[in-house]
């Protein structure tokens, strides 16, 4: 069964340092996403992407994050300046025009 | 505003009996419902869906009932086995297949031998 990729499985930063987590979504979706999960808490949207571009986006992601695709398979979440509070789960998605979203098994970012 | 939540944030089952996790919804134009469900460590794995014009849907051993009129949302687990132990969100999402999707709080289920 095709999968979304996510590395790395755990990432530890200083606070105030820039932090990319990288996703391979499903090779025939169109629509990608990263959310987010604090410890505890309950999965958070934050941004939707296609067709090269930003389609929707949350509160939460402010001008500290940005997403790319930087090639035919990656789509990257970059964290400019990382803060305490961004330590969290996240998670990369994926869907095609029939559906099929589909969530990878997350990055565990912790900043310290 | 956007809200899906959920009763309880713990459940406890016996192995073998059936499962029952509730989920409350608060926008009356929402169509279209998921339930999650995630392991340790994981992401979120589908479950079964249900959109506004139906009021059940039955998969493997799950059933999602959906009570418009109160807007309510429950997930049944028959003959709950050790492998179900997880948390569960029920979330809803817009009809698009760009739309994102709003999850609840979660229920933990946990299986007791």
Redesign the interface.
């Known amino acids: 069964e095709p999968e979304v990729t996510q590395t790395p499985s755990h990432q530890v930063t200083q606070m105030g340092q820039e932090v990319i987590l990288r996703c391979v979504p499903i090779s025939n979706h169109l629509y990608f996403y990263w959310y987010r999960q604090i410890l505890g808490q309950k999965v958070e949207f934050l941004v939707s992407f296609y067709n090269n571009e930003i389609s929707e986006k949350s509160e939460i992601f402010d001008d500290q994050f940005s997403v790319e695709r930087p090639d035919g398979s990656n789509f990257t979440l970059k964290i400019r300046s990382t803060k305490l509070e961004d330590s969290a789960m996240y998670f990369c998605a994926s869907s095609g025009e029939q559906g099929g979203y589909t969530f990878g098994s997350g990055t565990r970012l912790t900043v310290v | 505003g956007e809200s899906v939540g959920l009763h309880l944030p713990t459940l406890s089952v016996q192995e073998g009996d059936n499962s029952i996790i509730n989920c409350a919804y608060s926008n009356s134009a929402s169509d279209y419902f998921i339930w999650y469900k995630?392991e340790s460590?994981?992401?979120?794995?589908?479950i079964i869906d249900i959109r506004s014009n139906m009021d059940k849907r039955q998969g493997q051993r799950v059933t999602v009932l959906l009570n418009k009129t109160v807007k309510h949302l429950s997930l049944q687990i028959a003959a709950t086995q050790p492998g179900d132990s997880a948390v569960y969100?029920c979330a809803e999402?817009g009809y698009s297949?760009?739309s994102?999707?709003?999850?609840?709080?979660?229920t933990r289920l946990s299986i007791r031998p």
Request: hydrophobic share 35%; charged share 15%.
């Open positions: 995630q460590g994981k992401g979120p794995q589908f969100f999402k297949s760009a994102k999707i709003i999850f609840g709080s979660g």
